[in-house]
């Protein structure tokens, strides 16, 4: 069965710190999509990314990246100079072709507070 | 496109009683998918649709819940005799099975409370 882990339940940082957030999962099929959302205050789930299983190149969009490695199976999170607007509830998220329509099984969130 | 929509955003209701939410997907989405998020915690899978058919339901979906959506379109969350447990927060989301991704868009979330 799949699983995914945020270690990571709260994190404090101070405005223009970098900050990772940790995601692990579990799965025992070769193809499989792995996502990151952001929940802010207004509750509605916001998606980021999406990797494939047969992709682990990094990827940046602005102050945003992502480690995807097979290896450790991990997909974090990096922020660089954080901001306000980022405070938020952070899930990873995986999902498996054959599962439910592509269902996600998510971790249980990390909140984020960044602090001015 | 104007996204997912869900109705109402905010319910409160007496222990026992019944509530429907309503979830309107992304237009020709032929997919939906209802979760529940508890306080604190990660949304957790209940039930998809592909097209009208409900083609998966969780264990998470006791009797007293059903779901359903007619011509493929809107969808139904329907509790009866509603418990305390009940009280999360049930988000709907659809996607499209023409993205090979089937990258899911979530509404803004009923938010139930039983008192």
């Known amino acids: 069965a799949q699983k995914v882990t945020q270690a990571q339940t709260e994190i404090s940082v101070v405005e223009k710190e970098d900050v990772t957030l940790d995601c692990v999962y579990e799965?025992?099929?070769?193809?499989?999509?792995l996502f990151w959302y952001k929940q802010p205050p207004s509750g509605e789930l916001v998606f980021l990314i999406r990797?494939?299983?047969?992709?682990?190149q990094n990827e940046i969009s602005g102050r945003y990246s992502w480690n995807f490695q097979k290896s450790t199976s991990s997909f974090n999170f990096t922020i660089t100079a954080s901001q306000v607007v980022d405070s938020a509830v952070y899930f990873c998220?995986?999902?498996?072709?054959?599962?439910?329509?592509?269902?996600?099984?998510f971790g249980g969130g990390t909140r984020l507070m960044v602090k001015p | 496109d104007t996204g997912v929509s869900q109705d109402p955003r905010h319910k409160i209701t007496k222990r026992g009683q019944n509530v429907t939410f309503r979830c309107d997907p992304i237009?020709?989405?032929?997919?939906l998918y209802w979760y529940r998020q508890t306080l604190g915690q990660g949304p957790e899978f209940l039930t998809y649709f592909q097209n009208e058919a409900q083609l998966e339901k969780s264990r998470l979906l006791s009797d007293r819940f059903s779901a359903e959506r007619p011509k493929g379109s809107f969808s139904t969350l329907e509790i009866q005799r509603t418990e305390q447990g009940d009280s999360a927060m049930y988000l709907c989301a659809s996607s499209t099975d023409r993205d090979a991704a089937y990258e899911q868009y979530f509404g803004p979330g009923t938010r139930l409370t039983v008192t």
């Open positions: 990797r494939n299983s047969f992709d682990e």
């Open positions: 237009s020709e989405h032929n997919r």
């Open positions: 998220a995986l999902s498996e072709p054959y599962n439910a329509g592509n269902m996600l099984t």
């Open positions: 799965t025992r099929d070769t193809t499989y999509y």
